[in-house]
């Protein structure tokens, strides 16, 4: 199992970028499929986005498909989200986890959106 650290949350105005950092510790990165998730207030956490173990394939929620990019560094052990065009509803804390995920999460990175 992996250490994971998120990095790269902050509050920003709508229709502005973000990305997002997603650190891991130790040598078996590369063997995971990797995920990001969100929990917004009062809400349950969600699937945001996965990628292969090699970057190859991603998939994404609707929510943010065409706004979010998926990206991982195997040599940096880091994963990354960029993200554009947001939006209020994008409005939570981001995780990154394996997918499916550990049963451990990391204490995720705030992201806000607002006027």
């Known amino acids: 199992q992996v250490q994971l650290v998120e990095s790269g949350g902050g509050l920003v105005l709508p229709g502005d970028s973000l990305r997002l950092s997603c650190a891991a510790s130790?040598?078996?990165?590369?063997?995971?499929?990797m995920g990001w998730f969100r929990q917004a207030p009062g809400k349950e956490r969600e699937f945001v986005a996965v990628?292969?173990?090699?970057?190859?394939?991603?998939y994404y929620a609707d929510s943010v498909r065409g706004r979010f990019t998926i990206s991982r560094d195997n040599a940096k052990a880091t994963m990354y989200l960029q993200m554009n065009s947001l939006k209020p509803e994008d409005t939570a804390v981001y995780y990154c986890?394996?997918?499916?995920?550990?049963?451990?999460w990391g204490q995720g990175t705030q992201v806000t959106v607002s006027s």
């Open positions: 986890n394996a997918y499916p995920p550990f049963d451990s």
């Open positions: 130790g040598r078996t990165f590369s063997s995971y499929l």
């Open positions: 990628i292969s173990r090699f970057g190859v394939d991603t």
